[in-house]
DNA sequence: TGACCCTTGTGAAAAATTTCTCTAAATTAA
DNA sequence: TTAATTTAGAGAAATTTTTCACAAGGGTCA
Protein backbone atom coordinates (compact mmCIF):
# COMPACT_ATOMS: atom_id res chain seq x y z
CA UNK A 1 0.00 0.00 0.00
CA UNK A 2 1.08 3.44 -0.11
CA UNK A 3 -0.29 4.89 3.06
CA UNK A 4 2.99 6.58 5.05
CA UNK A 5 3.25 4.36 8.26
CA UNK A 6 4.31 6.52 11.55
CA UNK A 7 7.14 4.87 14.24
CA UNK A 8 3.50 3.19 15.68
CA UNK A 9 3.12 1.93 12.81
CA UNK A 10 -0.39 2.67 11.45
CA UNK A 11 -1.40 6.47 10.65
CA UNK A 12 -1.40 8.00 7.85
CA UNK A 13 -1.66 10.73 5.35
CA UNK A 14 -5.52 11.44 5.63
CA UNK A 15 -8.02 8.91 6.75
CA UNK A 16 -11.45 10.67 5.47
CA UNK A 17 -13.88 11.20 8.48
CA UNK A 18 -16.48 9.10 6.53
CA UNK A 19 -14.32 5.75 6.20
CA UNK A 20 -13.66 6.43 10.27
CA UNK A 21 -17.80 6.19 10.98
CA UNK A 22 -18.03 3.11 8.29
CA UNK A 23 -14.96 1.15 9.85
CA UNK A 24 -17.34 0.88 12.95
CA UNK A 25 -20.30 -0.46 10.66
CA UNK A 26 -18.19 -3.02 9.40
CA UNK A 27 -17.04 -3.85 12.41
CA UNK A 28 -20.70 -4.18 13.90
CA UNK A 29 -21.31 -6.18 10.20
CA UNK A 30 -18.20 -8.74 10.90
CA UNK A 31 -18.81 -9.30 14.93
CA UNK A 32 -22.55 -10.40 13.22
CA UNK A 33 -21.29 -12.84 10.94
CA UNK A 34 -18.34 -13.95 13.54
CA UNK A 35 -21.54 -14.82 15.73
CA UNK A 36 -23.20 -16.90 13.34
CA UNK A 37 -20.10 -18.92 12.78
CA UNK A 38 -19.15 -17.48 9.68
CA UNK A 39 -15.30 -17.76 8.91
CA UNK A 40 -15.05 -14.97 5.26
CA UNK A 41 -16.23 -12.89 3.53
CA UNK A 42 -15.90 -11.27 0.29
CA UNK A 43 -16.29 -7.39 0.15
CA UNK A 44 -19.47 -7.90 -1.87
CA UNK A 45 -20.84 -10.25 0.94
CA UNK A 46 -19.94 -7.27 3.89
CA UNK A 47 -21.52 -4.58 1.70
CA UNK A 48 -24.39 -6.03 0.80
CA UNK A 49 -25.11 -6.57 4.33
CA UNK A 50 -23.96 -2.70 5.24
CA UNK A 51 -25.73 -1.04 2.22
CA UNK A 52 -22.42 0.52 2.05
CA UNK A 53 -20.84 -0.10 -1.87
CA UNK A 54 -18.09 -3.14 -2.01
CA UNK A 55 -15.46 -0.33 -3.91
CA UNK A 56 -16.24 1.79 -1.30
CA UNK A 57 -15.16 -0.77 2.07
CA UNK A 58 -11.94 -2.11 0.53
CA UNK A 59 -10.99 1.49 -0.08
CA UNK A 60 -12.07 2.35 3.25
CA UNK A 61 -9.72 -0.39 4.30
CA UNK A 62 -7.12 0.45 1.75
CA UNK A 63 -6.08 3.57 4.06
CA UNK A 64 -4.57 1.14 6.87
CA UNK A 65 -3.15 -1.68 5.15
CA UNK A 66 -4.12 -4.71 3.11
CA UNK A 67 -6.41 -7.64 4.91
CA UNK A 68 -8.09 -9.42 2.47
CA UNK A 69 -6.89 -12.48 -0.11
CA UNK A 70 -7.65 -11.85 -3.62
CA UNK A 71 -9.76 -14.27 -4.60
CA UNK A 72 -10.86 -15.45 -0.98
CA UNK A 73 -12.09 -12.62 0.31
CA UNK A 74 -11.19 -11.46 4.34
CA UNK A 75 -10.71 -14.01 6.80
CA UNK A 76 -13.01 -12.98 9.54
CA UNK A 77 -11.48 -12.78 12.92
CA UNK A 78 -8.54 -11.82 11.15
CA UNK A 79 -10.27 -8.03 10.05
CA UNK A 80 -12.38 -8.07 13.53
CA UNK A 81 -8.69 -7.95 15.01
CA UNK A 82 -7.73 -5.32 12.43
CA UNK A 83 -10.43 -2.66 12.25
CA UNK A 84 -10.35 -3.20 16.87
CA UNK A 85 -6.83 -2.18 17.05
CA UNK A 86 -7.45 0.48 13.87
CA UNK A 87 -10.14 2.10 15.91
CA UNK A 88 -7.83 1.59 18.94
CA UNK A 89 -10.43 -0.65 21.02
CA UNK A 90 -7.75 -2.70 22.19
CA UNK A 91 -6.74 0.19 25.10
CA UNK A 92 -9.78 0.67 27.96
CA UNK A 93 -10.86 3.95 27.93
CA UNK A 94 -11.93 5.20 31.24
CA UNK A 95 -15.02 7.47 31.03
CA UNK A 96 -16.57 9.92 33.13
CA UNK A 97 -20.30 10.56 33.07
CA UNK A 98 -21.71 13.97 33.80
CA UNK A 99 -25.62 13.76 34.44
CA UNK A 100 -27.06 11.13 36.52
CA UNK A 101 -30.58 11.52 35.18
CA UNK A 102 -32.45 9.22 33.74
CA UNK A 103 -30.84 9.21 30.35
CA UNK A 104 -27.31 8.81 32.16
CA UNK A 105 -29.06 5.74 34.57
CA UNK A 106 -30.04 3.89 31.02
CA UNK A 107 -26.40 4.94 29.51
CA UNK A 108 -24.32 3.34 32.48
CA UNK A 109 -26.45 0.26 32.42
CA UNK A 110 -26.20 0.00 28.54
CA UNK A 111 -22.28 0.66 28.45
CA UNK A 112 -22.19 -1.77 31.50
CA UNK A 113 -23.61 -4.74 29.59
CA UNK A 114 -22.34 -3.59 25.42
CA UNK A 115 -19.09 -1.94 25.98
CA UNK A 116 -16.06 -3.91 27.01
CA UNK A 117 -13.26 -1.63 26.69
CA UNK A 118 -15.27 1.87 27.82
CA UNK A 119 -16.13 2.10 31.64
CA UNK A 120 -17.96 4.77 33.26
CA UNK A 121 -15.31 5.77 36.85
CA UNK A 122 -17.44 8.51 38.03
CA UNK A 123 -20.64 10.02 37.51
CA UNK A 124 -21.43 13.91 38.45
CA UNK A 125 -24.52 15.83 39.08
CA UNK A 126 -25.85 18.93 41.08
CA UNK A 127 -28.50 17.75 42.45
CA UNK A 128 -27.86 16.93 45.96
CA UNK A 129 -30.64 14.04 46.33
CA UNK A 130 -28.32 11.86 43.80
CA UNK A 131 -24.84 12.95 45.25
CA UNK A 132 -23.38 10.30 47.54
CA UNK A 133 -25.48 7.42 45.69
CA UNK A 134 -24.49 5.09 42.95
CA UNK A 135 -25.18 4.82 39.22
CA UNK A 136 -24.13 1.11 37.73
CA UNK A 137 -21.14 0.91 40.03
CA UNK A 138 -20.12 4.16 40.46
CA UNK A 139 -20.64 6.95 43.19
CA UNK A 140 -22.61 10.33 42.28
CA UNK A 141 -20.38 13.39 42.96
CA UNK A 142 -21.42 16.82 42.72
CA UNK A 143 -20.06 18.56 39.41
CA UNK A 144 -17.48 20.82 41.55
CA UNK A 145 -15.24 17.30 42.65
CA UNK A 146 -14.64 16.92 38.93
CA UNK A 147 -11.38 18.52 38.76
CA UNK A 148 -10.49 16.62 42.19
CA UNK A 149 -12.02 13.14 41.17
CA UNK A 150 -9.96 13.06 37.60
CA UNK A 151 -6.62 14.23 39.25
CA UNK A 152 -6.82 10.72 40.92
CA UNK A 153 -8.59 8.84 37.61
CA UNK A 154 -7.08 10.77 34.99
CA UNK A 155 -10.09 9.64 32.68
CA UNK A 156 -9.97 10.67 29.28
CA UNK A 157 -13.58 10.64 27.73
CA UNK A 158 -16.78 12.41 29.18
CA UNK A 159 -20.38 11.98 27.98
CA UNK A 160 -22.42 14.93 28.67
CA UNK A 161 -26.10 13.76 29.41
CA UNK A 162 -27.12 17.16 31.20
CA UNK A 163 -29.96 19.70 29.72
CA UNK A 164 -29.24 21.85 26.90
CA UNK A 165 -28.31 24.99 30.02
CA UNK A 166 -25.71 23.03 31.87
CA UNK A 167 -23.94 21.12 28.93
CA UNK A 168 -21.18 23.99 27.83
CA UNK A 169 -20.26 24.17 31.66
CA UNK A 170 -20.16 20.71 31.82
CA UNK A 171 -18.00 20.31 29.02
CA UNK A 172 -15.52 22.91 29.74
CA UNK A 173 -14.99 21.43 33.16
CA UNK A 174 -14.26 18.22 31.41
CA UNK A 175 -11.75 19.65 29.23
CA UNK A 176 -10.43 21.16 32.42
CA UNK A 177 -9.95 18.53 33.63
CA UNK A 178 -8.09 16.49 31.05
CA UNK A 179 -10.73 14.83 29.35
CA UNK A 180 -9.37 14.58 25.39
CA UNK A 181 -13.02 13.18 23.79
CA UNK A 182 -16.59 13.87 24.30
CA UNK A 183 -20.30 11.78 23.90
CA UNK A 184 -22.70 14.69 23.78
CA UNK A 185 -26.38 13.95 24.66
CA UNK A 186 -27.04 17.70 24.75
CA UNK A 187 -29.05 19.24 22.00
CA UNK A 188 -26.52 22.14 21.35
CA UNK A 189 -23.28 22.51 19.95
CA UNK A 190 -20.42 22.13 22.59
CA UNK A 191 -17.33 24.83 22.05
CA UNK A 192 -14.18 23.15 22.89
CA UNK A 193 -10.85 24.56 21.84
CA UNK A 194 -9.22 22.58 19.03
CA UNK A 195 -7.54 18.99 19.47
CA UNK A 196 -10.60 18.34 21.72
CA UNK A 197 -12.86 15.57 19.84
CA UNK A 198 -16.72 16.37 20.22
CA UNK A 199 -19.52 13.46 18.87
CA UNK A 200 -22.79 14.88 19.23
CA UNK A 201 -25.68 12.15 19.88
CA UNK A 202 -28.75 14.38 19.48
CA UNK A 203 -31.70 12.49 19.64
CA UNK A 204 -33.98 15.89 18.65
CA UNK A 205 -31.31 16.52 15.97
CA UNK A 206 -32.02 12.29 14.28
CA UNK A 207 -35.97 12.99 14.49
CA UNK A 208 -35.60 16.61 12.79
CA UNK A 209 -33.77 14.57 9.89
CA UNK A 210 -36.37 11.55 9.87
CA UNK A 211 -38.93 14.65 9.65
CA UNK A 212 -37.33 16.20 6.69
CA UNK A 213 -36.93 13.35 4.48
CA UNK A 214 -40.64 12.40 5.65
CA UNK A 215 -41.99 15.47 4.28
CA UNK A 216 -40.29 15.44 1.09
CA UNK A 217 -42.19 12.68 -0.16
CA UNK B 1 -32.76 31.43 -6.07
CA UNK B 2 -32.54 29.71 -8.72
CA UNK B 3 -33.86 26.73 -7.17
CA UNK B 4 -36.32 24.33 -8.78
CA UNK B 5 -39.54 24.82 -6.80
CA UNK B 6 -42.19 22.13 -7.53
CA UNK B 7 -46.23 23.18 -6.56
CA UNK B 8 -45.87 22.96 -2.43
CA UNK B 9 -43.64 25.63 -3.15
CA UNK B 10 -40.90 24.35 -1.18
CA UNK B 11 -38.47 21.63 -3.01
CA UNK B 12 -35.58 21.54 -5.02
CA UNK B 13 -32.99 19.87 -7.36
CA UNK B 14 -30.99 18.54 -4.95
CA UNK B 15 -30.11 19.33 -1.46
CA UNK B 16 -26.59 17.30 0.02
CA UNK B 17 -27.28 15.11 2.70
CA UNK B 18 -24.83 17.41 4.96
CA UNK B 19 -26.85 20.00 4.43
CA UNK B 20 -30.02 18.82 6.26
CA UNK B 21 -28.09 17.57 9.28
CA UNK B 22 -26.75 20.76 9.91
CA UNK B 23 -30.22 22.38 9.18
CA UNK B 24 -31.14 20.92 12.11
CA UNK B 25 -28.02 22.28 14.51
CA UNK B 26 -28.96 25.86 12.89
CA UNK B 27 -32.49 25.57 14.19
CA UNK B 28 -30.94 24.56 17.88
CA UNK B 29 -28.55 27.67 17.84
CA UNK B 30 -31.55 30.00 16.91
CA UNK B 31 -33.53 28.35 19.56
CA UNK B 32 -30.64 29.23 21.90
CA UNK B 33 -29.98 32.89 20.70
CA UNK B 34 -33.89 33.37 20.75
CA UNK B 35 -34.19 31.68 24.21
CA UNK B 36 -31.54 34.48 25.26
CA UNK B 37 -33.98 37.49 23.87
CA UNK B 38 -31.69 37.78 21.02
CA UNK B 39 -33.87 39.61 17.78
CA UNK B 40 -31.31 39.10 14.85
CA UNK B 41 -27.63 37.26 13.99
CA UNK B 42 -25.56 37.44 10.71
CA UNK B 43 -24.10 34.12 9.53
CA UNK B 44 -20.90 34.92 11.19
CA UNK B 45 -22.12 34.83 14.30
CA UNK B 46 -24.15 31.99 13.55
CA UNK B 47 -21.40 30.49 13.07
CA UNK B 48 -18.85 31.22 15.64
CA UNK B 49 -21.20 29.32 18.01
CA UNK B 50 -22.20 26.31 15.62
CA UNK B 51 -18.59 25.98 14.85
CA UNK B 52 -19.87 25.91 11.16
CA UNK B 53 -18.50 28.23 8.25
CA UNK B 54 -20.87 31.16 7.74
CA UNK B 55 -20.74 30.32 3.91
CA UNK B 56 -21.43 26.94 4.44
CA UNK B 57 -24.56 28.03 6.28
CA UNK B 58 -25.75 30.84 4.00
CA UNK B 59 -25.36 28.43 1.00
CA UNK B 60 -27.07 25.58 3.52
CA UNK B 61 -30.11 28.19 3.75
CA UNK B 62 -29.97 29.40 0.01
CA UNK B 63 -31.06 26.05 -1.25
CA UNK B 64 -34.35 26.94 0.22
CA UNK B 65 -34.82 30.59 -0.76
CA UNK B 66 -33.63 33.57 0.75
CA UNK B 67 -34.18 34.71 4.21
CA UNK B 68 -31.67 37.35 5.42
CA UNK B 69 -31.18 40.84 4.63
CA UNK B 70 -27.89 42.30 3.93
CA UNK B 71 -26.10 44.49 5.76
CA UNK B 72 -28.50 43.28 8.75
CA UNK B 73 -28.67 39.49 8.62
CA UNK B 74 -31.29 36.96 10.01
CA UNK B 75 -34.58 37.65 11.61
CA UNK B 76 -34.50 34.86 14.01
CA UNK B 77 -38.07 34.38 14.73
CA UNK B 78 -38.25 34.24 10.84
CA UNK B 79 -35.69 32.20 10.88
CA UNK B 80 -36.36 29.56 12.97
CA UNK B 81 -40.20 29.39 11.32
CA UNK B 82 -38.45 29.03 7.85
CA UNK B 83 -36.37 26.08 9.32
CA UNK B 84 -38.82 24.31 11.11
CA UNK B 85 -41.38 24.52 8.32
CA UNK B 86 -38.31 23.18 5.63
CA UNK B 87 -37.79 20.55 8.08
CA UNK B 88 -41.35 19.82 8.52
CA UNK B 89 -41.70 20.46 12.14
CA UNK B 90 -45.07 21.82 11.44
CA UNK B 91 -46.56 18.54 11.31
CA UNK B 92 -47.33 15.98 13.66
CA UNK B 93 -45.77 12.93 13.73
CA UNK B 94 -46.95 9.49 15.55
CA UNK B 95 -44.18 7.45 16.88
CA UNK B 96 -44.09 3.65 17.56
CA UNK B 97 -41.87 2.37 19.81
CA UNK B 98 -40.58 -1.10 19.68
CA UNK B 99 -38.96 -2.09 22.41
CA UNK B 100 -39.80 -1.22 25.94
CA UNK B 101 -36.65 -1.89 28.03
CA UNK B 102 -34.44 0.66 29.92
CA UNK B 103 -33.71 2.36 26.50
CA UNK B 104 -37.21 2.89 25.70
CA UNK B 105 -38.03 4.37 28.64
CA UNK B 106 -35.84 6.44 28.53
CA UNK B 107 -36.57 7.76 25.41
CA UNK B 108 -40.34 7.61 25.75
CA UNK B 109 -39.58 10.20 28.64
CA UNK B 110 -37.30 12.22 27.00
CA UNK B 111 -39.41 12.60 23.89
CA UNK B 112 -42.57 13.41 26.53
CA UNK B 113 -40.74 16.71 27.61
CA UNK B 114 -38.40 17.32 24.51
CA UNK B 115 -40.37 16.61 21.60
CA UNK B 116 -43.27 18.95 20.57
CA UNK B 117 -43.98 17.28 17.50
CA UNK B 118 -43.20 13.37 17.86
CA UNK B 119 -45.70 12.15 19.84
CA UNK B 120 -45.24 7.96 20.86
CA UNK B 121 -48.47 6.46 20.05
CA UNK B 122 -47.89 2.88 20.70
CA UNK B 123 -45.39 0.78 22.16
CA UNK B 124 -44.04 -2.92 21.61
CA UNK B 125 -42.40 -5.73 23.17
CA UNK B 126 -42.07 -9.69 23.40
CA UNK B 127 -41.95 -9.50 27.24
CA UNK B 128 -45.12 -10.80 28.87
CA UNK B 129 -44.71 -8.81 31.76
CA UNK B 130 -44.14 -5.57 30.33
CA UNK B 131 -47.12 -6.06 27.84
CA UNK B 132 -50.81 -4.14 29.31
CA UNK B 133 -48.05 -2.21 31.30
CA UNK B 134 -47.89 1.70 30.02
CA UNK B 135 -44.99 3.69 29.32
CA UNK B 136 -44.98 7.02 29.60
CA UNK B 137 -49.05 7.70 28.30
CA UNK B 138 -48.94 4.60 25.82
CA UNK B 139 -50.10 1.07 26.18
CA UNK B 140 -47.55 -1.79 25.80
CA UNK B 141 -48.35 -4.69 22.97
CA UNK B 142 -47.12 -7.65 21.76
CA UNK B 143 -44.94 -7.12 18.70
CA UNK B 144 -47.11 -9.17 17.29
CA UNK B 145 -50.10 -6.96 17.68
CA UNK B 146 -48.27 -4.32 15.43
CA UNK B 147 -49.91 -4.52 12.33
CA UNK B 148 -53.45 -4.40 13.66
CA UNK B 149 -52.37 -1.73 16.17
CA UNK B 150 -50.81 0.56 13.17
CA UNK B 151 -53.74 -0.33 11.09
CA UNK B 152 -55.87 1.94 13.53
CA UNK B 153 -53.09 4.48 14.34
CA UNK B 154 -51.29 4.83 10.75
CA UNK B 155 -48.20 6.04 12.79
CA UNK B 156 -45.09 6.81 10.43
CA UNK B 157 -42.53 6.77 12.13
CA UNK B 158 -40.41 3.97 14.18
CA UNK B 159 -37.69 3.53 16.92
CA UNK B 160 -36.46 0.75 17.55
CA UNK B 161 -35.22 0.06 20.31
CA UNK B 162 -34.63 -3.56 20.61
CA UNK B 163 -31.17 -5.88 21.21
CA UNK B 164 -29.21 -6.30 18.09
CA UNK B 165 -30.76 -9.85 17.48
CA UNK B 166 -34.04 -8.77 16.99
CA UNK B 167 -33.91 -5.20 15.28
CA UNK B 168 -34.16 -6.77 11.84
CA UNK B 169 -37.19 -8.12 12.46
CA UNK B 170 -38.73 -5.48 14.28
CA UNK B 171 -37.57 -3.09 11.05
CA UNK B 172 -39.72 -5.34 8.68
CA UNK B 173 -42.94 -5.67 10.64
CA UNK B 174 -42.70 -1.67 11.14
CA UNK B 175 -42.16 -1.32 7.37
CA UNK B 176 -44.89 -4.04 6.67
CA UNK B 177 -47.30 -1.48 8.71
CA UNK B 178 -46.78 1.67 7.08
CA UNK B 179 -43.75 2.91 8.74
CA UNK B 180 -41.56 5.23 6.48
CA UNK B 181 -38.96 6.28 8.80
CA UNK B 182 -36.83 4.78 11.31
CA UNK B 183 -34.95 5.54 13.97
CA UNK B 184 -32.64 2.74 14.66
CA UNK B 185 -30.71 2.38 18.65
CA UNK B 186 -29.68 -1.11 17.62
CA UNK B 187 -25.99 -1.81 16.96
CA UNK B 188 -26.40 -3.29 13.38
CA UNK B 189 -27.40 -2.05 9.79
CA UNK B 190 -31.15 -2.21 9.09
CA UNK B 191 -32.02 -3.42 5.43
CA UNK B 192 -34.96 -2.05 4.65
CA UNK B 193 -36.53 -1.48 0.53
CA UNK B 194 -35.45 1.52 -1.14
CA UNK B 195 -37.76 5.09 -0.11
CA UNK B 196 -37.96 3.54 3.68
CA UNK B 197 -35.27 6.57 5.75
CA UNK B 198 -33.47 4.94 8.46
CA UNK B 199 -31.45 6.93 11.06
CA UNK B 200 -29.16 5.05 12.99
CA UNK B 201 -28.38 6.22 16.94
CA UNK B 202 -25.83 3.77 17.74
CA UNK B 203 -23.70 4.45 20.54
CA UNK B 204 -21.14 1.93 20.72
CA UNK B 205 -20.22 3.25 17.26
CA UNK B 206 -20.45 6.52 18.16
CA UNK B 207 -17.60 5.35 21.18
CA UNK B 208 -15.84 3.85 19.21
CA UNK B 209 -15.17 6.72 16.82
CA UNK B 210 -14.39 8.48 19.71
CA UNK B 211 -11.71 6.23 20.51
CA UNK B 212 -10.23 6.08 17.35
CA UNK B 213 -9.71 9.78 17.32
CA UNK B 214 -8.24 9.31 20.97
CA UNK B 215 -5.93 7.27 19.72
CA UNK B 216 -5.02 9.64 16.58
CA UNK B 217 -2.82 11.25 18.72
C1' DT C 1 -0.32 -28.07 -15.83
C1' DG C 2 -3.59 -24.97 -17.80
C1' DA C 3 -8.11 -22.76 -18.26
C1' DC C 4 -11.43 -20.46 -15.70
C1' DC C 5 -13.53 -18.19 -11.96
C1' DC C 6 -13.38 -14.94 -8.05
C1' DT C 7 -11.86 -11.23 -5.52
C1' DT C 8 -8.54 -7.78 -3.85
C1' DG C 9 -6.15 -3.34 -4.10
C1' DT C 10 -5.59 0.88 -6.57
C1' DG C 11 -4.97 4.64 -9.97
C1' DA C 12 -7.98 7.42 -12.36
C1' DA C 13 -12.41 9.39 -13.27
C1' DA C 14 -16.56 11.15 -11.59
C1' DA C 15 -19.44 13.20 -8.33
C1' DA C 16 -20.41 15.65 -4.33
C1' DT C 17 -19.39 19.10 -1.05
C1' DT C 18 -17.05 22.99 0.82
C1' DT C 19 -14.77 27.26 0.50
C1' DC C 20 -13.56 31.42 -1.89
C1' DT C 21 -14.56 35.75 -3.93
C1' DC C 22 -17.11 39.27 -5.57
C1' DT C 23 -21.46 41.97 -6.45
C1' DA C 24 -25.23 44.16 -4.73
C1' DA C 25 -28.22 45.46 -0.95
C1' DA C 26 -29.08 47.72 3.44
C1' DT C 27 -27.60 50.36 7.42
C1' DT C 28 -25.18 53.96 9.93
C1' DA C 29 -22.61 58.07 10.52
C1' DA C 30 -21.16 62.42 8.95
C1' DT D 1 -27.07 63.10 0.58
C1' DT D 2 -22.82 60.69 0.43
C1' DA D 3 -19.22 57.68 2.12
C1' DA D 4 -18.06 53.91 4.85
C1' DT D 5 -19.32 49.56 6.70
C1' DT D 6 -21.65 45.35 7.07
C1' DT D 7 -23.57 41.34 5.21
C1' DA D 8 -26.36 38.18 2.10
C1' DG D 9 -26.37 35.47 -2.11
C1' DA D 10 -24.22 32.95 -5.77
C1' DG D 11 -20.97 31.63 -9.46
C1' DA D 12 -16.62 29.57 -9.65
C1' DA D 13 -12.75 27.28 -7.78
C1' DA D 14 -10.86 24.05 -4.70
C1' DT D 15 -11.19 20.14 -2.08
C1' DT D 16 -12.98 15.93 -0.57
C1' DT D 17 -15.21 11.70 -1.20
C1' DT D 18 -17.12 8.08 -3.94
C1' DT D 19 -17.28 5.11 -7.76
C1' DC D 20 -15.29 2.90 -11.69
C1' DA D 21 -12.43 -0.25 -14.06
C1' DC D 22 -8.74 -3.15 -14.44
C1' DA D 23 -4.29 -5.57 -13.45
C1' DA D 24 -2.68 -9.12 -10.58
C1' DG D 25 -3.26 -12.66 -7.03
C1' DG D 26 -5.18 -17.06 -5.65
C1' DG D 27 -8.14 -20.97 -5.82
C1' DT D 28 -10.52 -25.00 -8.28
C1' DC D 29 -11.13 -28.54 -11.42
C1' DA D 30 -10.37 -31.02 -15.65
Given at each position: ??????SS???????????IE?????L??????R?D???????T???A???I???????D??Y??????P??????A?????I??I????A??????????????A????M?????????V??????M????????????H??????K?N??????????A????????AVD???A???????N???????V??????R????????????????A?
Amino acid sequence: MKTATDSSGERLLKVPQPTIERLSTYLQCVRGLRADGVLTASSTEIAARTGINAAQFRKDLSYFGEFGTPGLGYELAELEAHISRIMGLDARHDVLLVGAGNLGSALSQYMGFEHRGFHIVAAFDVDMEKIGQTIGACLIHHIDELPKVNAQLNAQVGVVAVPRAAAQEAVDKLVASGVQAILNFAPMSLLVRPGIVVRNVDLTSQMEVLSYYLRAK
